[in-house]
Every structure is written in C-alpha cells, then in structure tokens.
C-alpha cells in the first residue's frame, strides 16, 4: 500500500506541471490534446518495442482500452480549454471537483451502495468549488468547462479502475495513447470547423513542449497511476488529485504570477479542498492500518 501511495503521489506531482505546459503550448486545446497523446503513443511503442514488453490484445479489448483513452482525451480538451478561458490556477482547481462525481457515479456504475463519508468529503471539496465560483464572473467560462473536465475523467478513472485488473499498466496507457489519438483525428476535423487554426503545424518550441509533456506528464505519469490503482480506489486516487492544483498554483505563483489575480475566497476555497483531502487520506490508512492489525494471528 505504502509503494501505492507513493507511485500516486509522484503522478499527482507531475500531473502538476500539465497546467504549466498547457500556457506555454500556443496550440489551441483541440490540436494540444491529440498531439500529446499521438506523441505520447509513438513514444511508448518505442520504448515497449525496444523492451521487448509491447503486448498484443484481442480487438475487444482493444475497444475497451481505447474508450478509456478517448474519454481521457475530451477531459485534456475541457481542461486545456479551462485554462486557456480563465487562468492555470481556476482551471486546476476545477479539476479538484472529480471526486465529487466520483463518490456520486462509481456506486452507480459499479452497483455498490453509496459511501456517507465520501459523500461528505466530496461536498466538502464542492463547498470550496463554490467559493471559487464566484470570486470573478470573468473566469465563469473557464470554471464551466473545468467542470466538464472533472465529470468526463470521473469516467475515465472509473473505467481505468476496472482495466488495472485485468492489464498491466504498460498495455492500458500505450493502447489508451492509440485508441485516444484515432478518436480525436476522426473528431478533429469537425472541431478544427468551429475553432479554425491558421496552422496545425507545432511550432520548433511547441514541438519541445509537447515532447516533454507527452513523455513526463503522461506516459510516465499514467502508468504510475495505473499501478497505484491496483491497490487503492478510484475514489482515493480522484481525491487526492485535489492536491495536484496546490503544486500547479505554486508554479503559476513562480512562474506567472498569478497571485496577482487571485482573491480571498479563492484561498478558503483552496483550503477546504485540502481539507478534503488529508481528511480522506487519513481514513484510508487507519482503515489500513486496522485490517493489518485483524490480519495478525
């Protein structure tokens, strides 16, 4: 359990950097997102390949493991939208709202009865969400679609959950990079309609960008978390993802400076998010800690 938390932790930490890469990235969030997850997927068949661990499987599960990835790659869409509308700082927050739809969908699509605590730890998260909210009705654009973002990676980790089971973390991400990038290319001309680009081409610095955010911030981010996930639940994973604005809004602090734009209620809010998650990662291991103790003979 103790590897398993640690492995979740180094992913939350990179997943910091996401924001950061998504402002730096002068791609609109369509063209970012599929390049990322094209680049990410030629990066792990190559690695796979070189290792000899590329696995083959069957074309079902193929479609299983690609669904997954192009429910991965709207929630990049909505999130880079989020941030690309608003600022880094709102649009990670946002994010922080997936535990929320987790606690409220993963009973329903996995038939168990509903959690009161995660039920409460969520409305905890989404009380700071609200504070948020309304400390500037300019970044209302960018709040909705991070909303979006947090309901469609609800999904994904629900359905990545039930794939960590079944297949090794190499497999889920490298066939998630492929399946996603072949949805996105079938959606993008209709996207690319509505949000025509004068170029589709990456520039020589977006093209740097992309590759270091394609290989830290996701081929060995995700297959961290998908390791982390054979031990702890979607639900535990998506809360403690709440933490990845509190390393984001530092870089953004350090490197933007938006301190400048942000208020007193967005602090609280903040805070209470945090709250959310020490008190739930406080529960798990006392709950751990308690099964060891009965486990003894």
Request: proline share 2%; net charge positive; glycine share 8%.
């Amino acid at each position: 359990m103790r590897k398993a938390f640690i492995q979740l932790h180094i992913s939350i930490l990179l997943a910091g950097f996401t924001g950061v890469f998504g402002k730096l990235i002068t791609l609109n969030e369509g063209l970012l997102v599929w390049y990322r997850m094209l680049i990410s997927g030629l990066l792990l068949l190559m690695i796979l390949g070189a290792s000899k661990k590329l696995k083959a499987v069957s074309f079902q599960d193929f479609k299983r493991i690609a669904f997954s990835g192009f429910l991965l790659g709207l929630h990049w869409i909505f999130f880079y939208g989020s941030i690309k509308y608003s600022n880094i700082s709102v649009g990670v927050v946002c994010f922080s709202l997936t535990g929320f739809f987790t606690a409220i969908l993963a009973p329903v699509l996995n038939k168990k009865k509903f959690a009161i605590s995660e039920l409460l730890l969520s409305g905890l998260t989404l009380l700071g969400i609200a504070l948020i909210f309304s400390f500037d009705s300019k970044y209302r654009t960018g709040i909705t679609l991070g909303v979006i973002s947090s309901l469609l990676v609800a999904f994904y980790t629900i359905a990545n959950e039930r794939l960590a089971h079944t297949f090794g973390s190499e497999v889920i991400t490298v066939y998630q990079m492929i399946g996603g990038s072949m949805g996105l290319a079938v959606l993008m001309p209709v996207y690319l309609h509505f949000f025509p680009v004068d170029s589709m081409i990456p520039s020589v610095q977006d093209l740097v960008y992309l590759t270091m955010l394609s290989l830290f911030c996701t081929v060995v981010l995700y297959m961290l978390l998908t390791q982390a996930l054979r031990k702890i639940s979607a639900f535990t994973v998506n809360l403690s993802f709440n933490l990845e604005p509190v390393y984001t809004i530092a870089l953004a602090i350090f490197i933007y400076k938006e301190n400048r734009e942000l208020t007193t209620p967005f602090y609280i809010g903040l805070g209470l998010i945090i709250l959310s998650v020490v008190l739930q990662m406080a529960k798990v291991f006392v709950q751990n800690r308690k099964s060891q103790i009965v486990s003894i003979p």
